[in-house]
């Protein structure tokens, strides 16, 4: 990510640039209040700095403003505090010249012929001699004869005092540059409180003031007003550019609170550029930031729109208060582009190492910096505002960054971006709108908000109630494409050095949609994190993909849905994120696909303890006409390896999208991960992924759920559904989608859930197959260490086959695995609730068969309660039962009930399925008197299945065997005869 850009800042102002081409760096940020009664407007305008309009003629360029720019090389910038004022002992103007109350040009050259290179005339006075204007005296310099003279410069060492009226304009040339410097050393040898009046005359450019005190510590009182304005263009001629004012000071710095006008000239081709206004204190910023600017860029006619203007205000230390008003927007254009807008910020660093934020900022930012407009051409891009200071208390941002929009010919521009960085905050917020402007193609990308700390961190940050909220969504393309969402990034640090990161009502609020359009854009999203130390943070997110027009034929596809990205590397999160909206838009027109579902991401890189309240929608737009369903979103939550997860509290939809001709989309996907620190706790769990339906294509497939723990971990209060989508709906030969899967990996410890899991293949309406089932399987030595975790399960699982209501076969019943692989020690199981893992039906084919691989493999002892269905789908032809298996080298109890019938079918019934308990190692298998083992073939031909008791021992009357008085085991064929042959104890 780009930076404070500190370096290029002090660049741009110590070599006396006017820095309009410099700023803040590209990029987006996002928020969204704006206006309010308690928000600043802009103080008295002191300074006017205009470029010339140039309206008149056919095509002639508006003329660009000025700039004006203060700073001190070696202090401090404070308000008036009733300092001596300087005196001049021996003034340059001869008091008979002021007897008329005017000092012209003439007059000074018969006092002290100047030294004359160029066009400049440089008066150098004696030594001891100042200047002193009076106040009621006019110095008067029109008289200077334009390609001759342009520029009057004193030099002294001793004081200069401007008080009465300077007259800088000629009618038929730019107006005079005037410029002052002195060497003294006294503590303020320069003084202004005068009118300067240097506007150009038509079409002619303003005047350019300058004052420099050079001395040690020598500052200067600066409390003057002027205007500098280009003069207005003619049929012909362009209109005139603004001066500039320039003042700098070896030492303090004495300002008014005012504001400065410095907006671009309008004209009929090309609109004037706005100007610059700079403050830099090469000391403390001790006055307050109250002053103001507007420096809007000219609007355009058949050429661009004028860019906005750039602020610059900054200070080494202090402790500086706010209530500052900056209006920067770009021009307007009807035939060209609008303006862009530039950068600025309000900072307090150490800008001679670039190593550290300093000092501290208090109160309200409210700046408006919109891309110009445009009728035929592109909207111009908004403008990027940064604060800095190492403690922010009490500050409120609040911005317009608005992308320009178009009407007719062009794109939106992009939105800009609001940013803050501080390492200690308290009740700070940054809220507006940074969107892109809307496009008569496509619409402009959204902006974004960041809110962090950077350069060289302290070992300790604090953080309290500080607050994103705000707008950074995409403009609306039209016949293009539409914009995407912007983003906000909270408290990523700009280095490893945090040693603690403490943050308490800490939230970002964002609505960052995409924008519709032929290809819609996609939505935005939310990054932010820390390295360590204890959070507690809130995040909202609407950040939906943007719905397709159908403008553009068949490639006209929703945006995908945002992502909310958090990570640490260590420490204590309490985060919750609730009602995120962040799904994928709809297609359009005769092909659209759906957008992808959106993301959620909390990982913890090291040792994390997440305490999570997450709830929101990250469903998968719909595919119209042949375009498919969109791909359902994700949720991932990581504690790191030797992290831990206190509470998880998850409700998230990750849906597949529909489609009308095309496929359904498949469901999204969760992967869920504590570490070694735990026991982990997800409580009031509820992920649905369901693969999206198709009116007459195939339903897409479920989604899966991945669970990884290293130690003793609890999934309580859950809710998932995996299901397949419905395929052909309303007519055709689509398949129903296939389920997806729960996996669990873990251990060490205990893994207890408590589990409603619904993971059916989705039926097919027309001629199709039913979809195929899955179910879920546990790993209990996923690390191999030959010692396994112990699962205690309970909770209803649904993982049916999909039905065929036509001419397709029925889907493959699901089905389970519970695995302890080559383990030595550990691996207990105890498992109740009621299973089906039925095979579907089918109208007039094959149901389906069932799973031939569920099994449970484990080393421990496995008390089963469950009552389980495995059966062959119905059909015209039954289908096979599955096959169920339970195997381990301790004691096996059966309390519930196992039952895989064949399915029934008027041409043949299916057979019967395996049932076999005790694999020849286990210690000792009891059938407790409710427990029920039947493997029967499918009514009426289905030839009955097998059932196996075979615990460690021999047989027929095997010690280890035990068969409680009520235990049923049966055997049956499709027509009801008893198979004895068919069940073996040993």
């Known amino acids: 990510m780009k930076r404070f850009n500190a370096a290029m800042t002090m660049v741009c102002l110590l070599t006396g640039m006017f820095i309009a081409g410099c700023g803040g760096d590209d990029g987006g940020g996002g928020g969204g209040g704006g206006g309010g009664s308690n928000l600043p407007s802009l103080p008295a305008i002191r300074w006017t700095l205009n470029g010339g309009t140039a309206i008149t003629g056919a095509a002639t360029n508006g003329g660009n403003a000025g700039s004006a720019i203060f700073q001190t090389t070696n202090g401090d910038v404070l308000l008036d505090d009733g300092r001596t004022r300087p005196t001049v002992a021996t003034n340059f103007i001869a008091p008979a010249l002021l007897v008329d109350n005017t000092v012209t040009y003439a007059d000074l050259v018969a006092i002290l ?77 320069i ?95 001790l006055a307050p930031i109250n002053w103001g600017l507007e420096a809007n860029g000219g609007d355009g006619g058949t050429g661009n729109g004028g860019t906005g203007g750039v602020v610059q205000i900054v200070g080494l230390t202090g402790a500086a208060t706010m209530f500052c008003r900056l209006i920067t927007n770009g021009g307007n254009s009807t035939g060209g582009n609008g303006g862009n807008v530039g950068g600025g910020f309000i900072a307090i660093y150490d800008f001679v190492g670039f190593t550290s934020l300093a000092g501290s900022l208090t109160g309200t930012l409210y700046r408006t910096a919109e891309g110009g407009d445009s009728v035929n051409g592109n909207g111009g891009l908004a403008g990027n505002y940064e604060l800095a200071a190492a403690t ?121 949609t995409g924008g519709a359009g032929v290809d819609a854009g996609n939505g935005g999203g939310i990054s932010a994190g820390h390295n360590s130390g204890t959070q507690v943070i809130n995040l909202a997110l609407n950040a939906n993909g943007g719905t397709a027009n159908g403008t553009a034929g068949a490639a006209t596809d929703g945006g995908n849905g945002g992502v909310v990205n958090y990570l640490t590397t260590s420490g204590t999160v309490t985060l919750t994120a609730t009602g995120l909206a962040i799904s994928g838009g709809n297609g359009a027109s005769t092909a659209g696909v759906g957008g992808n579902g959106g993301a959620i991401s909390v990982v913890g890189a090291n040792n994390a303890n997440l305490t999570l309240t997450i709830s929101g929608n990250a469903n998968a737009g719909s595919g119209a006409g042949t375009g498919n369903g969109g791909i359902g979103g994700s949720l991932t939550v990581n504690s790191g390896a030797t992290g831990v997860i206190t509470t998880a509290n998850l409700d998230v939809n990750a849906n597949g999208g529909s489609a009308a001709n095309g496929n359904g989309g498949a469901g999204g996907f969760a992967l869920l991960v504590s570490g070694s620190a735990g026991p982990s706790n997800f409580t009031n769990m509820d992920f649905d ?46 398949n129903g989608g296939d389920s997806g899967n729960v996996d669990f990996d873990t251990d060490a410890g205990t893994l207890t859930v408590s589990m409603a899991l619904t993971s059916d293949g989705g039926s097919a309406g027309g001629a199709g197959d039913g979809g195929d089932a899955e179910g879920f399987q546990v790993s209990l030595d996923d690390d191999n260490d030959n010692a396994a975790a112990a699962i205690v399960w309970s909770g209803n699982v649904n993982a049916r086959g999909g039905a065929s209501a036509g001419a397709g076969n029925g889907g493959r019943g699901g089905g389970f695995g519970i695995l302890d692989g080559a383990a030595a020690t550990g691996g207990n199981v105890t498992v109740s609730g009621t299973w089906n893992f039925n095979a579907g039906s089918s109208g007039s084919a094959t149901g389906g068969l069932g799973l031939t691989t569920t099994t449970i493999a484990v080393t421990g002892n496995v008390t089963f309660n469950s009552a389980m269905t495995a059966h062959g789908g119905a059909g015209n032809t039954g289908g096979t039962a599955g096959s169920i298996g339970i195997t381990t080298d301790a004691n096996i109890n059966i309390n519930g009930s196992i039952v895989a019938n064949g399915g029934a079918g008027p041409a043949a ?57 009520g235990s049923v085991v049966e055997v049956l064929n499709g027509a009801g005869v008893a198979q004895p042959a068919n069940i073996t104890r040993d």
């Open 113 to 189: 012929a100047p030294g004359i290179a160029g066009t400049t005339a440089t008066f150098a006075l004696p030594a001891g001699t100042g200047f002193e204007l009076p106040s009621g005296a006019t110095l008067d310099l029109s008289d200077a004869v334009g390609g001759v003279v342009d520029t009057v410069a004193f030099t002294t060492d001793a004081s200069i005092i401007i008080t009465g009226t300077v007259t800088l304009t000629r009618a038929t040339a730019a107006s005079v540059g005037l410029t002052f410097s002195t060497t003294s050393v006294v503590t303020t040898p």
């Open 191 to 285: 003084l202004v409180t005068g009118l300067f009046n240097g506007q150009g005359s038509a079409t002619r450019n303003g005047a350019v003031v300058g004052f420099t005190t050079t001395g040690v510590n020598a500052g200067i009182i600066f409390l003057g007003r002027g205007d500098l304005s280009g003069g207005a263009g003619d049929a012909a001629t362009n209109g005139g550019n603004a001066g500039a004012l320039q003042v700098s000071a070896a030492g303090d710095m004495i300002l008014s609170i005012f504001g400065v006008r410095a907006n671009g000239g309008a004209g009929t081709a090309v609109g004037g550029n706005a100007g610059v206004f700079a403050i830099l204190a090469r000391g403390d910023m």
């Open 392 to 512: 922010f208390t009490d500050v409120r941002y609040t911005g317009t960054h608005l992308g320009g929009t178009s009407t007719i010919g062009g794109n939106g521009g992009n939105g800009g971006s609001m940013r803050a960085y501080a390492y200690d905050m308290t009740n700070v917020q940054l809220d507006g709108n940074v969107s892109g402007g809307d496009g008569a193609v496509t619409g402009g990308n959204g902006g974004s908000f960041h809110l962090y700390a950077i350069f060289t961190e302290p070992a300790t940050e604090t953080w309290t109630n500080a607050v994103i909220s705000g707008t950074a969504s995409g403009g609306t393309g039209t016949t293009g494409n539409g914009g995407n969402g912007g983003s906000a990034q909270y408290g990523i640090p700009g280095s490893a050095t945090v040693v603690a990161w403490n943050v308490t009502g800490g939230s970002v609020n964002l609505t960052a």
């Open 689 to 734: 992924a369901i693969g999206g339906s198709s009116a007459t294509g195939d339903g897409g497939d479920g989604g899966d759920m991945d669970f990884d723990f290293e130690t003793t971990a609890t999934v309580s209060g859950a809710s998932v559904n995996l299901s397949g989508g419905a395929g052909s709906t309303t007519s055709g030969g689509g």
């Open 909 to 965: 019934g299916g057979t019967g399925g395996a049932i076999s308990i005790g694999g020849n190692v286990a210690t000792q298998l009891t059938l407790g008197g409710s427990s029920v083992l039947r493997a029967n073939g499918g009514a009426t031909t289905g030839a009955g299945g097998t059932i196996a008791l075979n615990p460690a021992g021999v047989g027929p009357a095997n010690p280890a065997l035990i068969e409680t008085a």
